[in-house]
């Protein structure tokens, strides 16, 4: 999957953005693999949108859904878009105004539900944007709605290490800016377990900087798979799916009220069904 954008002038070096996107492109591939590997019969189904002639953004993107006896709901995105900002979006985007607006973005979003209240729903987005600037962002992290200890200690780790590959205390520095975003204000409480997230990632070094970003994919891949696989055949009740539904709740409550992703999904008007796949295909309050 590849498109062409019109050249950016950032301050920090190479574009990257056609390398980040056929990472992007290479992992939701390895990651939908692992994951029908789970299913009996369900495979993703796959959907390639691209904007029309005439429209204020160029691009379009791959957006893979599938729904499962084990992944009651999950969705594997991946876009590669640019144009203009509305004026009133610039100021929430870094060297948006320096550059009058003009963006290049990339990324992968992932979001899954599951069937079994016993497996943790979980979410990972890595993205690359330039503006007058270049930079990364992104994360991981899990939402149980029954935490195990060992779930918990195991999905750290593995986002520990690629975090310390990268940079001594950086696990430390993107763990904490999870807990904080990743919080309901309304609620007064987390949204899950947490795990990493960071964004505006603009070093010194572009290169490093897109390998830790690799990193954190394949720790990705490398760590959920096996709390699937873990959790998948735990025996469950009316009273755990009820209370995974009510869970789903808090969920949405995060994403349509704080999430960045979904905002800037709005004011980029890149594709509405890519960026609500995150919602859950049943929930309660």
């Given amino acids: 999957?590849?498109?062409?954008?019109?050249?950016i002038m950032s301050t920090n070096g190479a574009d990257l953005s056609a390398a980040a996107t056929a990472f992007f492109s290479d992992l939701q591939g390895r990651i939908c693999a692992a994951f029908e590997s789970f299913e009996p019969v369900q495979r993703f189904e796959a959907r390639r949108w691209s904007k029309p002639a005439g429209h204020r953004l160029e691009g379009g993107g791959e957006s893979r859904a599938m729904r499962g006896e084990v992944f009651e709901k999950v969705g594997v995105n991946v876009s590669h878009v640019w144009g203009t900002l509305p004026q009133e979006a610039w100021?929430?985007?870094a060297g948006?105004?320096?550059?009058?607006?003009r963006f290049s973005a990339c990324g992968i979003s992932l979001v899954a539900h599951m069937a079994n209240p016993y497996v943790p729903a979980v979410h990972m987005n890595l993205r690359y944007l330039r503006t007058s600037r270049a930079w990364f962002g992104g994360g991981s992290d899990l939402t149980p709605t029954f935490p195990f200890e060992e779930d918990t200690r195991d999905f750290h780790a593995a986002l520990a290490a690629a975090c310390e590959a990268y940079?001594?205390?950086a696990?430390?520095?993107?763990?904490?800016?999870?807990?904080?975003?990743?919080?309901?204000?309304?609620?007064?409480?987390?949204?899950?377990?947490?795990?990493?997230?960071?964004?505006?990632?603009?070093?010194?070094?572009?290169?490093?900087?897109?390998?830790?970003?690799?990193?954190?994919?394949?720790?990705?891949?490398?760590?959920?798979?096996?709390?699937?696989?873990?959790?998948?055949?735990?025996?469950?009740?009316?009273?755990?799916?009820e209370r995974l539904l009510l869970k789903r709740g808090r969920y949405v409550?995060?994403?349509?009220v704080y999430d960045r992703g979904t905002r800037f999904g709005f004011q980029t008007d890149a594709d509405p069904d890519a960026y609500l796949m995150s919602l859950p295909p049943v929930v309660k309050w």
């Avoid at 999957?1 to 050249?7: E, N, T």
């Fill in 91 to 93: 100021g929430q985007v």
């Fill in 96 to 101: 948006a105004r320096e550059s009058q607006g």
């Fill in 253 to 256: 409550e995060f994403n349509l």
């Fill in 1 to 7: 999957m590849r498109w062409r954008d019109s050249s």
């Fill in 171 to 241: 696990y430390a520095e993107f763990k904490a800016w999870c807990d904080r975003y990743f919080y309901l204000p309304h609620r007064q409480e987390p949204r899950g377990v947490g795990g990493i997230f960071f964004d505006d990632l603009e070093s010194a070094d572009p290169q490093a900087d897109f390998a830790f970003v690799r990193g954190v994919g394949e720790a990705f891949l490398q760590v959920y798979p096996r709390l699937v696989a873990r959790r998948k055949d735990t025996p469950f009740d009316e009273a755990a799916r």
């Fill in 167 to 169: 940079r001594a205390g």
